[in-house]
């Protein structure tokens, strides 16, 4: 039978549990500007559902915590 695809993943363990991640790489093809031609963007994903969950609870509980500015009520201008 067809065994799992070619991926190359990364395993960190972060307090006990395994976290699997793959990365894509994208290159422009046919870049005008020299700066282009070296740009390369990694972005990298989970591997399996367990770490894609880890990644889910991780981004929900920073995103709860994350500082939300008060608003202000306008000052007025400075006297001169």
Excluded at 39 to 58: G, H, K, N, S, V
């Amino acid at each position: 039978g067809a065994g799992p695809p070619p991926l190359l993943t990364v395993q960190f363990r972060k307090d006990g549990q395994d976290l699997r991640f793959f990365s894509t790489i994208t290159t422009f093809g046919t870049p005008r500007d020299v700066t282009i031609d070296e740009m390369r963007i990694e972005c990298t994903f989970p591997a399996d559902d367990a770490t894609a969950e880890f990644c889910r609870a991780l981004a929900q509980a920073h995103a709860s915590s994350a500082f939300t500015p008060q608003a202000t009520s306008p000052t007025s201008p400075p006297s001169t």
